[in-house]
């Protein structure tokens, strides 16, 4: 007992932050969801005290009799009062777990307000379109007509819509303290809703963590994003800033061999607002400077930068810079002045600086 008692502290304190943990939810999903965890838990440890003392009880009533091992104790077949009780109080203890929580289901999967339009007809509600993809999650703001990866920028104090998909395995979207998890499937879109109420800049990180829940590939672990959340009126700046990237070259620290380097090893996957690129292969790049991780958990500075655009296999195994086969970048290998440049170049891809 003792040492199963040790290892579940080990489990416990591993969730011990609350930018990452579900213990410590934030927001009025997170926090119904971690009432709904108590009372589970409440319930689950009264019918383990129960069955334990009476379990104890019998074996101390009906331990070995001080009158002799012949004697044959009195024989007792069936009990309709027994078998009642032990029929009945599961049925209680099965509807009052059953009841909040399909309710809160119901609840948290009412998306209704994501087709309300204003009288102008454009749509109300702050919807985030979120693709998984190996290994990395984009973000689609319909509304707002942007697009972020890995970053998820929200406002607080409101119901923020979710319309979950992945583009090629099955993920799972999960920010442990905000709420969640629910699968990304290929082929059926999953809706529901989360509300952030805390502002994440006063977070020991300064973000929320969101993960996939999903084992989806050898870099699963890895498949970490963002989460920031902002007052409404600091998301309105953010997006008005999203906008204004639009048409104009984003790199604040554009050279020449940093622009032709990433214009012909980069824009194949990786789209940037306002220099090009399709996008859809690899995440959007547009804010990468103001990012706080380099491939979703590397600490986010240029050296870290450069060994992962040297050798990203190293680092996040299976995903598709690598060429198929795993043994070099699918861009080819790039000259030490060329890796400097396309850091330098990508570091300065921002809208906050
Ligand atoms: Cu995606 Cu696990």
Not at 111 to 120: G, P, W
Not at 172 to 180: E, K, M, N, Q, V
Not at 314 to 342: C, H, R, S, W
Request: charged content about 20%.
């Amino acid at each position: 007992l003792f040492s199963l008692l040790a290892v579940m502290m080990v489990f416990l304190s591993g969730c011990g932050e609350d930018y990452i943990s579900a213990l410590k939810p934030s927001g009025q999903v997170g926090k119904e969801q971690f009432n709904l965890l108590l009372l589970a838990t409440g319930i689950m440890t009264l019918v383990i005290v129960v069955v334990s003392v009476i379990y104890l009880l019998a074996f101390l009533k009906f331990r070995r009799s001080k009158v002799g091992e012949n004697v044959i104790p009195k024989q007792v077949e069936g009990s309709h009062t027994l078998e009642v009780i032990w029929t009945v109080i599961p049925i209680i203890l099965l509807l009052i777990l059953s009841v909040p929580v399909v309710t809160a289901t119901y609840k948290f999967a009412d998306v209704a307000a994501m087709d309300e339009v204003d009288e102008a007809g454009n749509k109300t509600a702050l919807t985030v379109n979120v693709t998984a993809k190996l290994y990395w999650w984009e973000f689609e703001y319909p509304n707002q007509g942007i697009v972020t990866a890995q970053e998820l920028v929200v406002p607080t104090g409101q119901k923020v819509y979710f319309n979950l998909k992945a583009a090629d395995v099955k993920h799972s979207f999960w920010i442990p303290a905000i709420g969640g998890k629910m699968d990304t499937n290929v082929e059926n879109l999953n809706k529901f809703y989360l509300v952030f109420d805390k502002e994440s800049a006063d977070l020991k990180d300064g973000v929320f963590y969101g993960k996939c829940a999903e084992l989806c590939g050898p870099s699963h672990a890895l498949m970490d994003f963002k989460v920031k959340t902002v007052s409404p009126e600091a998301f309105d700046a953010w997006v008005a800033n999203m906008k204004a990237t639009e048409g104009q070259t984003a790199s604040k620290d554009s050279t020449d061999l940093g622009e032709a380097t990433f214009a012909n090893s980069c824009l194949a996957c990786h789209a940037v607002s306002g220099v090009g690129g399709t996008g859809g292969v690899g995440p959007n790049l547009t804010t990468f400077g103001d990012r706080n991780r380099v491939a979703g958990f590397l600490e986010h500075n240029e050296e870290n930068l450069k060994a992962w655009i040297e050798n990203p296999g190293e680092f996040k195994p299976g995903n598709l810079m690598m060429n198929p086969e795993g043994t070099a970048p699918v861009y080819g290998d790039l000259t030490d002045e060329e890796i400097q440049a396309l850091a330098t170049y990508i570091m300065g891809l921002s809208v906050e600086k």
